[in-house]
């Protein structure tokens, strides 16, 4: 217990370091290239950093974003360090600001979101950008107003203000949606569409770094006077919102194109795995269903050969009772097949907003205990208590446990032993292990569930590709292993825990 104690403690003092060294490194970088005749500054990328960081890793980062922003506000390429009494203000509201822009994005859903629609990508692009990024501006501006000593006159204060909010908005647009294909998050969706955002997102980065190097560099060449200063500075906030607005337009154009190429490929990979499911039932049940129907017609003709020949009375009810056992065989085939075809549908199907996990594992153990009672075997489970929901339907989460636990009773065979065990793996992720004691994986061929593997048992080898797609459509995990104590297969899958 204690070690786990300070492995947390140690943990949270990493992400903290990380934090304040990452946030003073940007903050300095955008000072060095950015800054131009003032502290107003075009770019802040250590906003999208902190937004980003808050969002991945939680509350708990808060207290190194606030430092770094310190430290970064306090240091100057040219001067050096330079404390002033609103630093310490700013700094906590810059903190203050990266977790608004968190509890915004988390309360609307949006980060589980595809993005594609303009009701749902607006919301999320003004929240990350001017909705969510005035906190450290507007306090810098009432510190000043507040000031009646403050050499600035308020048409300065003002500009100031706004500069502020740009730049914050504008490295917060620019990097952090960048920042989170890259940061441990536990969103799927992200990972899903990080082959369509990376160029994209380095192209706009690129283009409007650039855009901001050459503007200083051009200013920079101008002569300047007392009379030419302020025109200036004014150019450079209605450049500086021109490409906030500009990144606005572009960052929502990506997002949408990156979110509807990942819903077409979703679209192609259900579509194939439909036409498998598809054939799988003309071959699967319409075979099964072919050689019933000769069995019958067998049994048909066999009984008219009793009525005629008396004497081959026994030998007939023994070809009877044959067939009669192989048609009982078809039709298990065709009730299992049936219930693939069921669960492949449910699995699709996202009925409520959160699973409960340890309600889904009752309600399965319920429906296939006949099955087991049958077999004769042992069923032991154990869940921990108190574990949260699950970022998944119940159906869908039923019915990927449902072809586990069936898989595991016919490895496990009569008088097999399988156990469940369920438990809490982190503040992402929720672990269930599924264990039996029959033959285990041959390690040549171990299933991925990526595609339909052949069924020894009458089934379509649809069970895994049914997992395998309530999984990757709910941001879970699957491996596949050898269990130790019952020596047969493991196998255990990460269930993305409901962010609320």
Known sequence: MRTNKGRRGFALIGINLFAIVTYFLLAILAKAGFSWQSSAITLWPASGLANALVITTGWAILPGITI????????????????????VPVAIAAAAQAALVRYALIRQNLLSDSLTRFTRLMPFLLWIGPLGNWPASITFFLYQLGQQSSEMEPHQMFAGTF?????????????LPFFLLFLPFQKAIWAERKAYLVNPLLGLITVLISAALIERLLLERITLTINLLGPLQNLRILTTFVWTILALGVLGLILQIAGKSLDQEKLFIRSRLAADAAGAVIHEIGQPLIRLRLRLERLVNSSKEDLELREKKKDSNLEIQKESMLCLEELDSIVVNTRSIQDLTLAGIRDTNGADLKTAISRVTAQLRPELNRLDQDLNIKVQDGLPKLSSGQIQLQAAIRNLLANASQAAGENGVIRIHATALNQQYLCLDIEDSGSGFVTTSIPTGEARTSSKTGGMGLGLMIVRRVLDDNGGKISFDHSPELGGAKVTIWLSILTT
Do not use: I
Request: hydrophobic share 50%.
């Open 163 to 175: 500069f502020w909010w740009l730049g914050d908005s504008l490295g917060s647009l620019l990097f």
């Open 68 to 87: 770094g922003n310190f430290l970064g506000t306090a240091f100057s390429p040219n001067t050096g360090w330079t404390v002033q009494p609103f630093m």
